[in-house]
């Protein structure tokens, strides 16, 4: 590991120690989450809800008034709204079940053309649904609205979903904690003390409060994966250029861009995520992933790991993680028949954290407020810390990271490891095999305190930086009664491993629990 991480570490070590009881001390007493729910309406999946409205055996309008109920119950305890369209979404549903009153298709031809068909969904705000705020948590932004839909968000409305609103981000998408000068910070709804993560942090507290079924999320260095984890829901990183990022914000010149960031899906149930990602594909791109081939899991090579490496300077998985992948790999070999590879570690993933991090910061023009402003970060960082600021503290803690990583970390050499771990992971993975990895080090933190486990998010960048598919399993619970899960990562363009591998391990963890 490299000398200046190490010595960042040893220092976050020693600040978690003496940060941890205050924490506790602050956070002390009966734990807050959501009101349980009581509509049935809202433990269907997005699939099953399609396919009843196909069927008329419910109306949209019944499920989009039940989901905007449920909004409605829980945004004033989880803040993950920034704008709402219920009225127009409401007239949408109306229109969806006039069409299908008069309608002469058959359910099989409206399953074809429009699969979504009168199902609700939910959009973060960064991904652009016409006209609604895309500020994204920036004050020099506010009033901001799209012009018109991005690509993903117009693919899924043309398959018949109907947004909602668009939820709560950090500011400009650029934490991995989701707060901001404008809509404020999202809590998480299995504690409230806890972060919601980021950046796609209002969409992971409304799915996992049951207050949405199906969203759109983004990801260049864990965005969708870590609030999946610790709300509770599942969340995919797509192969890259699979989906179009068109319409998003924040957006960079650099070409690689669109090789880092991905939009994709987020969901309750896995069934629906294979689901989105046929509506949400490019058209071009849609044949080479083979969404609809039956995968025969019990053909998977499985790999799996429970750490990147043992050392006191890298940071600790969480026992009940380690358990979570040890368990998933016992069973997809007992239940599902997959061949467990036992004797191939992934060694060289103990220097992820220098190594992705030397790749996602070495891209060009990035979105920089305060370059923008002339605003020096020293000072910025000061006046944030004595309350002054314009620009979060979370915003500052990540250009503050990417200077270290320019100026003490980044070199030719980590970019050539990176290189060599894309042709390592094609090499094992192929077209067959999947590897089972913690999302994340440690379930939700409570709010504030992510920023001195930073150097965790290598677990998740290091799956940005080399360009593979990733999905996010839930897997229960830790013994603080907080959502915990895996990764399962795939070869390029292999997704629809990860989706049939998320849907075995659904079986065997529950998938999602609601909170209560």
Not at 119 to 142: D, H, I, Q
Not at 411 to 436: A, C, I, P, T
Not at 466 to 478: A, I, K, M, N, Y
Request: with cysteine.
């Amino acid at each position: 590991m490299n000398f200046v991480l190490r010595f960042i570490s040893v220092v976050l070590n020693c600040l978690n120690v003496i940060v941890a009881p205050i924490l506790w001390l602050k956070y002390r007493g009966p734990r807050k989450t959501v009101p349980t729910i009581s509509d049935g309406l809202l433990k269907i999946s997005a699939t099953d809800s399609a396919e009843k409205i196909r069927r008329r055996e419910i109306s949209s309008e019944q499920l989009c008034t039940a989901y905007i109920k449920r909004i409605k119950e829980v945004n004033p305890i989880l803040n993950a709204v920034v704008e709402d369209r219920f009225e127009i979404a409401l007239q949408d549903a109306r229109n969806v079940d006039n069409y299908l009153q008069t309608s002469f298709e058959s359910n099989e031809e409206l399953e074809k053309t429009k699969p979504l068909l009168g199902v609700p969904l939910t959009v973060k705000e960064s991904c652009s649904l016409g006209g609604m705020s895309l500020c994204v948590g920036t004050l020099s932004r506010a009033g901001i609205k799209a012009d018109k839909d991005g690509d993903a968000v117009a693919k899924l409305k043309s398959s018949g979903a109907i947004p909602l609103l668009v939820s709560n981000t950090p500011e400009i998408c650029l934490d991995w904690q989701t707060s901001n000068f404008i809509t404020g910070r999202t809590n998480n709804p299995y504690d409230t003390s806890r972060t919601t993560g980021g950046s796609s942090g209002g969409e992971g507290a409304l799915l996992g409060s049951g207050a949405s079924v199906i969203g759109i999320g983004s990801d260049v260095a864990g965005s969708i994966r870590l609030p999946a984890m610790f709300n509770c829901v599942f969340g995919h990183k797509p192969t890259p250029r699979t989906i179009s990022i068109k319409g998003h914000f924040p957006y960079c010149i650099d070409k690689k861009y669109a090789d880092y960031l991905v939009v994709g899906p987020m969901t309750r149930y896995s069934k629906d995520l294979k689901l989105m990602m046929k509506v949400m594909t490019d058209d071009a791109v849609l044949p080479e992933l083979r969404l609809d081939d039956k995968v025969d899991i019990s053909k998977i090579r499985v790999f799996f790991m429970e750490e990147e490496g043992k050392s006191f300077v890298l940071p600790h998985v969480q026992k009940e993680i380690s358990a979570a992948v040890r368990q998933s790999a016992e069973y997809l070999k007992n239940t599902c028949g997959c061949h467990v590879v036992d004797d191939v570690k992934f060694s060289e993933l103990k220097n992820s954290c220098e190594v992705s991090g030397s790749v996602l910061n070495s891209l060009k023009d990035t979105p920089n407020l305060l370059k923008a402003g002339n605003h020096n970060l020293a000072v910025e960082l000061l006046k944030s810390v004595l309350g002054f600021s314009n620009f979060t503290f979370g915003l500052l803690h990540f250009y503050l990271i990417q200077n270290v990583y320019q100026t003490f970390i980044q070199s030719d050499s980590y970019m050539q490891k990176n290189e060599d771990l894309k042709k390592m992971f094609r090499k094992f993975l192929g077209d067959d095999g999947v590897l089972l990895y913690p999302t994340f080090t440690k379930s939700a933190l409570h709010h504030g305190a992510y920023i001195l486990n930073t150097l965790g998010t290598s677990y998740l960048m290091t799956y940005n930086s080399t360009e593979l598919p990733s999905t996010h399993v839930p897997c229960g619970f830790d013994k603080n009664g907080l959502p915990i899960g895996i990764q399962v990562i795939a070869g390029p363009k292999q997704d629809r491993l990860c989706f049939a591998v998320a849907e075995e391990l659904e079986k065997c963890f529950g998938g999602w629990i609601p909170p209560n």
